[in-house]
């Protein structure tokens, strides 16, 4: 026998008796307001809330829209040009008919703000804080925390090994990304807040400050030296002579607009190191220029989650430039005579499933292929130059907070930031 429906009074079934009606369970659920940030704000690394700066953007109020980025991230020209942009890829818009172009707009006001000289919004403090910070490393991190600083009254000393601030930026990412004019107007706006410039400064090595004098000389250390050094690469134990890393490269281009020009080029990895780099083996001269990556390839139908980190338009344009991008691969082998590289055997890479929810690449056997190429670069990530930092780093690539506050366990006083600070507690 079939149970009589119930309606209520406003003839909504009740809750369980809505199959009645054929509707689907849909009826019957009560909606919950969830309040949380949006997927823009939480997939940005350097924790824009982009819901907010557009709305006043969309205001009419531009500068209102640059001093909330701004309160955040002191750098938006540099990184509405060279940040791959993930809050973009967690746009809800992105399912409906495309991403807001969230960076294209912060590149706009970061420009704006720049022609019409706009100043860094201090705040308003009722007494300045009898505290002096030492900040490592003059690249967006560091340059990010001496704003941060500044804004409160700290005193703040950057120091940094190059003669200019600016860090990756300024050394390794081409100027046709990054115009150095760009660069040079975001820095000097932090840097005329009062924060200290030491150039030629390489704490920890030789001779030079440590870490210990700086903390004795100051009321805390935050170290953002970057990740300016690659990682170690080899393919079952084999590296050819000719073997360099891309970042180097990359900086002997911008150093010296020189690069080495042989017929064909690799490069095994996927990030915009690597596809900045062949870009640039192009316009050196080079006729074949292949980039080798596990992740997948940009397209109408690819896992954002398992996509080429970045900047898309990069993408575009790297294919347009002739580069031949081959996705869901590594480097299986390499066919030198003697330490001379004559080619490599590319494999194709499966997901497969590899316990507690997560997967692993492994090679798929069958799809071996030649490339016949005379150099292959790994640009396979970077990690902390360790000199200077033997002690702090011990064994890890990158420094591990022991809290979310980025403070180095066991060192009072010592905080790490940037790309140099990684595990649990942060990137990497
Ligand atoms: S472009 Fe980069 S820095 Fe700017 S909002 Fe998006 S993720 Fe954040």
Redesign the pocket.
């Known amino acids: 026998m079939t149970t009589p429906t119930t309606l209520t009074r406003g003839c909504y079934a009740e809750a369980g008796t809505s199959l009645e009606f054929r509707t689907g369970d849909w009826r019957t659920e009560k909606p919950v307001h969830v309040h949380a940030a949006a997927p ?1 704000h939480t ?4 924790g ?1 809330d ?1 819901q907010d700066w557009l709305a006043r953007l969309q205001e009419g109020n531009p500068r209102a829209a640059w001093e909330t980025i701004v309160r955040v ?1 002191p750098l ?1 020209a540099v ?2 040009r060279v ?6 890829g967690g746009c809800n818009r992105g399912a409906f008919d495309g991403a807001v172009n ?2 294209g707009l ?1 590149r706009w006001l970061g420009d704006r703000a720049l022609a019409e000289g706009w100043t860094l919004p201090v705040d308003a403090l009722t007494g300045v804080p009898d505290k002096r910070v030492a900040v490592v490393g003059a690249g967006p991190g560091g340059l990010s925390c001496a704003w941060h600083l500044r804004r409160r009254g700290y005193a703040v000393t950057l120091y940094d090994a190059l003669p200019e601030a600016g860090g990756l930026c300024r050394t390794a990412i081409p100027l046709n990304r990054l115009p150095r004019a760009v660069l040079d107007a975001e820095i000097k706006r932090i840097l005329d807040l009062g924060v200290e410039f030491v150039p030629h400064t390489r704490v920890g090595a030789p001779g030079a400050l440590t870490v210990s004098d700086l903390r004795s000389r100051h009321d805390a250390v935050f170290l953002a030296p970057g990740t300016g050094r690659s990682r170690e690469w080899s393919v079952q134990g084999a590296v050819p002579e000719n073997h360099r890393a891309a970042l180097a490269l990359l900086q002997e281009w911008i150093a010296v607009g020189a690069l080495p020009t042989p017929r064909a080029v690799a490069i095994h990895g996927g990030g915009n190191t690597a596809v900045d780099l062949a870009r640039v083996f192009k316009r050196a001269g080079v006729a074949e220029v292949h980039l080798i990556t596990a992740s997948g390839l940009p397209g109408p139908d690819a896992d954002p989650d398992d996509v080429l980190n970045v900047v898309p338009r990069e993408y575009v344009q790297a294919v347009e430039e002739g580069i031949v991008f081959h996705g869901h691969r590594t480097v299986q082998r390499l066919l030198m005579r003697g330490s001379t590289l004559f080619g490599l055997e590319m494999v194709a890479l499966r997901k497969l499933p590899a316990g507690g929810g997560r997967t692993s690449r492994v090679p798929f056997e069958g799809t071996e292929s030649i490339l016949h190429v005379d150099m292959v670069i790994p640009a396979i990530g970077e990690q902390v130059d360790p000199a200077g930092f033997e002690t702090l780093l011990g064994a890890a690539s990158t420094f591990r907070p022991a809290d979310r506050w980025g403070t180095l366990a066991g060192q009072d006083g010592v905080f790490v930031g940037g790309d140099a600070r990684g595990g649990s507690h942060g990137p990497g």
């Open positions: 823009c997939a940005c690394p350097a824009e982009a991230n938006p990184t509405g940040c791959p942009h993930p809050c973009e969230i960076h912060e």
